[in-house]
């Protein structure tokens, strides 16, 4: 059975700080990793990620894949109130783009 | 483009009750899925279509049907709603590169 796992499951930290977040899994197709944002509506993306080590940035998000050890992580530096949002990882498991998706990541910034 | 829509963006149904979720892109993409969100669940694959007259079951397809007769219409159907189903439903195309476009959103509640 397909697993994709993330921790922490919540995390509350102050304006500035920064946040790493963690996705592992267990998959038997690996296709991609997706990373994607969610702020009380629908999940928007933010990376996609399909070899290790080469590190995706955008902006104070940077992300990463090691699929030796079979996980990612999502960075964001210098945190905002805006990144306040619920973090979903998903693995790709198919050439059709059929993803199974971690439980994810609630990140709350306060000021 | 109007991206990916779904109506309605609420619903309150009765137990027993079947109803119709509807889903339409307008970005001719083949792939399009339905997912359902539940707190602390992440969104788990109801059914997922590759093309028009070609559908599939994903991880949670008990209770709902779907079908494609066109390549941008894909409507989730509820045959007889249960109070387990209160839940938040996201429909999404899949574009390039594993790009995933999702709309905003059904949150439908069974009583």
């Known amino acids: 059975e397909d697993k994709v796992v993330q921790s922490p499951l919540s995390l509350v930290v102050h304006e500035g700080d920064t946040v790493t977040l963690n996705c592992s899994y267990e998959v038997t197709n690996f296709r991609s990793l997706l990373w994607y944002k969610q702020e009380k509506k629908a999940p928007t993306f933010l990376f996609m990620l399909?070899?290790?080590?080469i590190e995706k940035k955008s902006g104070r998000l940077s992300s990463i894949l090691d699929k030796k050890e079979l996980f990612s992580i999502l960075n964001i530096t210098a945190t905002q109130t805006g990144d306040s949002a619920v973090y979903l990882c998903?693995?790709?498991?198919?050439?059709?783009?059929?993803?199974?998706f971690g439980a994810g990541t609630q990140v709350v910034v306060t000021p | 483009n109007a991206g990916v829509t779904q109506t309605p963006k609420f619903q309150v149904l009765k137990t027993g009750q079947s109803m119709t979720l509807q889903c339409a892109q307008d970005m001719n993409h083949e792939y399009m899925s339905w997912y359902r969100q539940d707190p602390g669940m992440g969104l788990r694959l109801i059914h997922y279509s590759v093309g028009a007259g070609i559908t599939d079951q994903g991880e949670v397809p008990n209770g709902y049907n779907v079908s494609r007769s066109t390549t941008e219409d894909f409507p989730l159907r509820l045959l007889s709603a249960a109070p387990s189903q209160t839940s938040v439903y996201f429909c999404a195309s899949r574009g390039d590169y594993s790009r995933q476009y999702f709309g905003p959103g059904t949150r439908l509640t069974v009583t």
């Open positions: 399909t070899s290790s080590g």
């Open positions: 998903a693995v790709e498991t198919d050439s059709w783009g059929k993803l199974q």
